[in-house]
């Protein structure tokens, strides 16, 4: 974790690691438990990560409208100060904060999974080429990446491709937004056989509405994928329905 740079990319303070220990203990969530990290409102659901009634219980919106994809694990709630440090993550400024990153989603997942098997594969949402180009990275493949190393689960940068970006969903309502993604991602060509009968971890750096997510659990289970799991750094807790 240790890195060249001098300052806790949250509080400034002088150090020799990405983030500090003190604002690690302030800010991350304790490994208490998977979703719990979603903080002070306590009970999450368990398919979407959003606030529930309690532990184990399902959101209302999931008891009416299953996703297509079984569970989330989030490590933080979006919000400060990891909104500042994800946006910075987001631009190339943060390109190496992916391990440190991916480590603050190594307890939460390790509870999640505690009797439960692991997914088999670990796909990143992808981006659209000409996004990937503008941006430079992908922070999601980062995230991927570092995890699949860690818990030595194969992943693949571009098995799913992004056919075309969609614009801003913010003023969108969630069937809106659901249209608007439809057909969004393709399999590659022979990724078939890599996804078939797979448990599936979809790695995003955030989960807003979940409609991308959505669509490529979607695209996923079509493919014949047993089940989808998503793994988010943050969920944020902002719904517009
Ligand atoms: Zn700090
Ligand atoms: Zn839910």
């Not at 690690?24 to 409102?41: C, D, E, I, N, V």
């Not at 981006?127 to 699949?148: D, Q, S, T, V």
């Not at 913010?170 to 056989?193: I, K, T, Y």
């Not at 790695?203 to 509405?209: A, G, K, N, P, S």
Request: proline content about 8%; some cysteine; overall charge positive.
């Amino acid at each position: 974790m240790a890195w060249g740079g001098s300052a806790c990319a949250i509080c400034r303070s002088w150090q020799r690691q990405v983030f500090c220990a003190a604002c690690l203990a302030r800010f991350a969530a304790p490994p208490s438990g998977a979703g719990q990290a979603l903080g002070a409102a306590g009970a999450v659901c368990a398919v979407c990560a959003m606030p529930a009634a309690e532990p184990g219980a399902l959101c209302a919106r999931c008891q009416a409208d299953r996703p297509p994809f079984e569970r989330t694990i989030a490590a933080l709630r979006y919000g400060p100060p990891w909104q500042r440090v994800i946006h910075g993550f987001k631009r190339l400024e943060g390109a190496g904060w992916s391990r440190p990153l991916s480590d603050l989603m190594q307890a939460p997942l390790r509870a999640a999974y505690a009797e439960q098997a692991w997914p088999q594969r670990i796909v990143p949402v992808p981006l659209a080429r000409g996004r990937l180009l503008a941006r430079g990275h992908n922070p999601a493949w980062e995230l991927a990446r570092c995890l699949a190393a860690q818990l030595q689960i194969p992943t693949q940068p571009s098995a799913v491709l992004r056919c075309r970006e969609t614009p801003s969903q913010r003023e969108l309502s969630r069937a809106d937004r659901l249209h608007n993604l439809r057909g969004a991602f393709v399999l590659a060509p022979g990724a078939q056989g890599w996804f078939k009968g797979a448990r599936v971890a979809v790695v995003d750096d955030v989960m807003t509405t979940g409609a991308t997510v959505t669509e490529l659990a979607l695209t996923l289970r079509r493919a014949g994928v047993q089940s989808v799991h998503v793994w988010v750094l943050a969920r944020t807790p902002l719904d517009m329905t």
